[in-house]
């Protein structure tokens, strides 16, 4: 059983341009959610994908988007990057949308914005 | 979902028991509690949960004082890997989405 992958691990980029970040879901699960965590804060919800739709949103201006692909695979998309934009990027799967549903973190991606 | 106040801090010998505190005074009554901990620079870890019931796994326990306004998480024999920060989360149990908050977390210090 594979666990959750992120790509890439680091990537660096400038104010104003857009970035797309990759998670791979653990092998059966349905659902992913993606988190911001800014250095020495816990995890931030970004918004949760169920069978390639948008299944609950945190507090993030639409510039955040995503997308879920039909093997359950998704995508980050953050346009216009903002210097706090800044963060680990983690993503998580789970085999349900619940809450009650386990959620497996990946190791997450470091998006530095300069 | 409830909101959770932990110590910033701990320390822990190796080998002893480590006892993290959570308040979670305003929960309601269909709220677990749910204990996640990030290893430096890794993905966060599920490691228990729990709705009023004492609960035990091969990780950790967690005891929840009967009126459910605060709950502790055990590791029984800390190791040095034990090092991480540590998120107590309250949550409901019937949400559609897996929503979780993550407060600031407790870093316990394992220490040989």
């Known amino acids: 059983e594979t666990g959750v992958t992120q790509s890439p691990t680091h990537l660096i980029k400038t104010r104003g341009q857009q970035v797309t970040l990759r998670c791979s879901s653990q092998?059966?699960?349905?659902?992913v959610s993606w988190y911001q965590q800014a250095l020495g804060q816990g995890p931030q919800f970004i918004f949760q994908?169920?069978?390639?739709?948008?299944?609950g949103r945190g507090n993030f201006p639409p510039r955040f988007s995503g997308l879920q692909f039909p093997n359950y695979s998704s995508e980050l998309n953050v346009n216009a990057l903002e210097l706090d934009d800044s963060a680990l990027y983690l993503c998580a799967s789970s085999s349900g949308s619940f809450s009650y549903n386990e959620q497996f973190f990946g190791p997450g991606t470091r998006l530095t914005v300069l | 979902d409830a909101k959770t106040t932990q110590p910033p801090s701990m320390d822990c010998a190796e080998g002893r028991a480590a006892n993290l505190p959570c308040n979670h005074s305003t929960i309601s009554g269909n709220e677990y509690v749910y204990w996640y901990r990030q290893i430096h620079s890794q993905g966060p870890q599920y490691i228990i949960h729990?709705?009023?019931n004492n609960e035990t796994n091969e990780m950790a326990s967690l005891i929840i004082t009967e009126d459910r306004k605060s709950s502790t998480l055990i590791l029984p024999h800390a190791t040095l890997r034990d090092t991480a920060v540590y998120y107590c989360i309250v949550r409901r149990g019937s949400s559609n989405t897996g929503k979780l908050i993550f407060g600031q977390g407790t870093t316990l210090q394992v220490k040989p």
């Open positions: 994908y169920y069978r390639e739709e948008e299944n």
């Open positions: 729990g709705l009023k």
């Open positions: 092998s059966g699960h349905n659902t």
